[in-house]
């Protein structure tokens, strides 16, 4: 049976502090999209740095968007999962206060902010071995 486990919000946040990949699902005209991104916590936000251009500098800034990071292992049958969902605000990456790490740097870059107090944060644990089939 699949015993899934809802965590605090405390639990949340240690997972989202201690990850750094995660994918961002944004709508656009043409339907959903889901966009694998590193991020990072400054001054208890989710921000994320891409290029102005792209499917989330475009779509995201203004707009409802979902964040999810998680970790599983198959071996185990467990993990857990985060989902972070709020309006997402374009920032200029001066306008930051930390260094967020881009893997691929552009001079158009916005970056994505999501402040954790205005957005919905949950998350899921699967025990090792909760899923397993007999």
Request: hydrophobic share 45%; charged share 25%; aromatic share 2%.
């Amino acid at each position: 049976m699949l015993e899934l486990e809802v965590l605090s919000r405390e639990e949340c946040d240690r997972h989202l502090r201690d990850s750094a990949v995660a994918r961002v699902a944004v709508c656009t005209p043409d339907g959903p999209h889901v966009v694998p991104v590193n991020y990072a916590l400054v001054d208890d936000a989710v921000v994320v740095r891409t290029v102005a251009a792209s499917v989330l500098g475009t779509h995201a800034p203004g707009n409802v968007v979902c964040l999810e990071v998680d970790d599983i292992s198959p071996v185990l049958h467990a993990g857990w999962s985060v989902l972070v969902r709020g309006r997402a605000e374009a920032l200029t990456p001066d306008a930051l206060d930390a260094p967020l790490r881009t893997w691929v740097p552009r001079e158009s870059d916005v970056v994505l902010r999501l402040r954790l107090a205005e957005c919905e944060v949950s998350g899921r644990l699967l025990p090792a071995g909760a899923g397993r089939r007999s």
